[in-house]
Nanobody, 127 residues
Framework: QVQLVESGGGLVQPGGSLRLSCAAS????????VGWFRQAPGKQREGVSF????????YYADSVKDRFTIFRDSDKNTVYLQMDALKPEDTAVYYC????????????????????WGQGTQVTVSS
């Protein structure tokens, strides 16, 4: 099973940027679709951004569309989430996860179909 480690979180002012990393070990990450999820205090975990194994298909939640970009670097066995124009409502613990189910995204992916998860990284957007 693939092991995932997220990094890159931190405290940033509104309008700022962060880049999260999801580094894999145990298996090439290219075998999997990868999703970024987030969970804010008192709220359910929600899907944020997704990329298929080849990188040819992506999906973004409406709340982050045009602000976040997901991409993968096969040489580094890592998937990244570039987050720009951050808002206080983006504050959450961000998790990455893998799925062998999704070849292409035409609708919001289901969290239940992601089976390997990282430990999460905290993102706080505040002035």
């Amino acid at each position: 099973q693939v092991q995932l480690v997220e990094s890159g979180g931190g405290l940033v002012q509104p309008g700022g940027s962060l880049r999260l990393s999801c580094a894999a070990s145990g298996h090439p990450l290219d075998y999997y679709a990868v999703g970024w999820f987030r969970q804010a205090p008192g709220k359910q975990r929600e899907g944020v951004s997704f990329i298929n194994s080849s990188g040819s298909s992506t999906y973004y939640a409406d709340s982050v569309k045009d602000r976040f970009t997901i991409f993968r670097d096969s040489d580094k066995n890592t998937v990244y989430l570039q987050m720009d124009a951050l808002k206080p409502e983006d504050t959450a613990v961000y998790y990455c996860a893998t799925s062998t189910v999704y070849l292409w995204f035409t609708a919001a992916p289901q969290e239940a179909l992601f089976d390997s998860w990282g430990q999460g990284t905290q993102v706080t957007v505040s002035s």
